[in-house]
Nanobody
């Protein structure tokens, strides 16, 4: 059973930066695609970024393209989300997610993922 723990959230002013980390345990992390999602107040959960098992194929939602970057370190069983040029509309609870099936590409639907972290709050003030 894969377990995911997110860290690095908090409150930041608009234009600032954060780095979210998601540490995985209990499974073969290095062979699994990962994703970051977020749920803003009053909105549906949405994909933010995704990465394949090797780290060579990534996806970023249009709303964050050029500002957020997903990466992973398979030697540390950790995936990162680098958040730059933050805006108040980026305020949300951010979740990392992991697939059960190994290998494959990058995946952007919630239903593609089997394991979820508890979520971590990011608040951007104007």
């Amino acid at each position: 059973q894969v377990q995911l723990v997110e860290t690095g959230g908090g409150m930041v002013q608009a234009g600032g930066s954060l780095r979210l980390s998601c540490a995985a345990s209990g499974g073969t992390f290095r062979f699994r695609a990962m994703g970051w999602f977020r749920r803003a107040p009053g909105k549906e959960r949405e994909i933010v970024a995704a990465i394949d098992w090797s780290g060579t194929i990534t996806y970023s939602a249009d709303s964050v393209k050029g500002r957020f970057t997903i990466s992973r370190d398979n030697t540390k069983d950790t995936v990162y989300l680098h958040l730059n040029s933050l805006k108040p509309e980026d305020t949300a609870v951010y979740y990392c997610a992991c697939r059960e099936v190994i290998y494959g590409g990058r995946y952007v639907r919630s239903s593609d993922y089997d394991y979820w972290g508890q979520g971590i709050r990011v608040t951007v003030s104007s």
